[in-house]
């Protein structure tokens, strides 16, 4: 049986374990064995999110007075909390496709900017493209504006020296 100290010490780490996050995903993964654990926990250091796997109650006292709060609407039952420290969207998707491969656990919610969220709600998270794919997309699109600019200047450069050239041309044979 777990001393106070134990408890204690385990509050702690949770209490680090939710600083500086961006989002909790809540799920149950019952039945995993120990191999498909590392494996989940592998993909999530690939998505810049950590898992811990402790008490609901000791879940509950640690997230208390922080943005994460609501988690314990969902801390019930057998449950993982992973959170993500960087774009939001890459922790949900890497929690979404390791469920999809192999076909156990569930996805229970999760807490973004202190709103708890449903299951459906983080699947549709998990669906967004990621931050990298959005920078690139909104540069691309700059891009191509400025390219845009760049040849109406050229352009009406163009036009302005044939003009002058055709003034230049009228006022010689005058």
Avoid at 33 to 42: C, D, G, I, K, Y
Avoid at 105 to 118: P, Q, S
Avoid at 137 to 156: K, P, V, Y
Wanted: proline share 3%.
């Amino acid at each position: 049986m777990p001393t106070k100290e134990h408890k204690a010490g385990v509050i702690s780490d949770l209490d680090q374990f939710f600083v500086n996050g961006k989002v909790a995903i809540v799920a149950d993964l019952s039945g995993y064995t120990v191999a498909e654990l590392t494996h989940f926990r592998r993909s999530m250091d690939k998505a810049q999110a950590k898992v811990k796997v402790t008490k609901n109650t000791l879940v509950k006292i640690a997230s208390k007075n922080t943005e994460f709060e609501s988690i314990e609407k969902l801390a019930k039952g057998p449950t993982t909390v992973v959170v993500g420290y960087e774009d939001p969207a890459a922790p949900a998707k890497a929690v979404v496709e390791a469920i999809k491969s192999l076909k156990k656990g569930a996805v229970k919610g999760g807490v973004l900017e202190g709103r708890c969220l449903t299951s459906e709600e983080v699947k549709g998270l998990a669906d967004l493209p990621s931050k990298e794919q959005l920078l690139a997309s909104i540069m691309g699109g700059l891009d191509s504006g400025a390219r845009g600019i760049a040849g109406i200047f050229e352009g009406l450069i163009r036009d302005i020296a044939l003009l002058t050239e055709e003034v230049a041309k009228k006022n010689n044979n005058a």
